[in-house]
């Protein structure tokens, strides 16, 4: 079974700062990764996902995001933040098809609010 | 192309009652899943339908209950509501190619009111 953890439920930022949030998951077997957006009384939009490959993802709406397997963790960041980007974001994970088990379960995180002031 | 469609938009309904909610998917994708997303216990799996058939199930009791179409499309059915039913109830779908999933493409969901 897999558990995530985002550690901030709430962070306010000011418009064109950057801002880190974090994530981080507990897995027995590989996982892949994913950062998905809510706004209001919408549903998930994925932001960035790691399969394999290079630790460093990048997605759409200028964020990105780093796997760190020894830290079991995947922080995203965006270098300048937007009014637009105000919004609920989401880590999840789910098993890698090599691990034997469904990769179709996402597990998700609490959830992050992100709050971008002028 | 067009993405989930999920109907109705908002439900309101009464305790003991049941209800469907409907999740169309994207084309060409054959595997949907369902997620509860309410305040106190975030976004918890409900099951997961591939060919018709349920693949995953999460921890949610009977009352919960699912099936998929020959066309993909799926609909879930809670019966004997309570009020801890309330939610946004999402669908999502995936490409299942050569058995492994990489993204999951969410709909706007349906919010279901129990009174």
């Known amino acids: 079974a897999q558990s995530v953890t985002q550690l901030d439920s709430q962070v306010p930022v000011f418009e064109e700062a950057p801002v880190e949030l974090r994530c981080n998951y507990s897995s027995s077997v590989s996982v892949y990764l994913f950062w998905y957006v809510q706004y209001p009384n919408q549903g998930l939009q994925l932001l960035l996902k790691y399969l394999s490959g290079s630790t460093l993802v990048k997605g759409i709406n200028g964020f990105e995001a780093e796997f760190n397997k020894s830290q079991t963790s995947f922080h995203l960041r965006k270098p300048s933040v937007h009014i637009s980007d105000t919004a609920e974001y989401f880590c999840a994970v789910s098993e890698s098809r090599y691990s034997g088990g469904s990769n179709y379960k996402l597990t998700f995180g609490k959830g992050t609010l992100l709050t971008v002031n002028p | 192309k067009a993405g989930v469609t999920q109907t109705p938009r908002y439900l309101i309904k009464t305790r003991g009652q049941q209800v469907t909610l409907s999740c169309s998917p994207i084309?060409?994708?054959?595997?949907v899943s369902w997620y509860q997303q309410t305040p106190g216990q975030g976004l918890q799996f409900l099951f997961e339908y591939f060919s018709e058939t349920q693949r995953n199930k999460g921890n949610f009791p009977g009352r919960f209950s699912g099936r998929q179409f020959s066309n993909s499309r799926s609909e879930m059915n809670v019966s004997t509501l309570e009020l801890g039913d309330s939610a946004l109830y999402l669908c999502?779908?995936?490409?299942?190619?050569?058995?492994?999933?990489?993204?999951?493409?969410f709909g706007q969901g349906t919010r279901l009111t129990v009174v």
């Open positions: 084309s060409g994708h054959r595997s």
């Open positions: 999502a779908s995936s490409l299942d190619s050569q058995g492994m999933n990489t993204e999951a493409f």
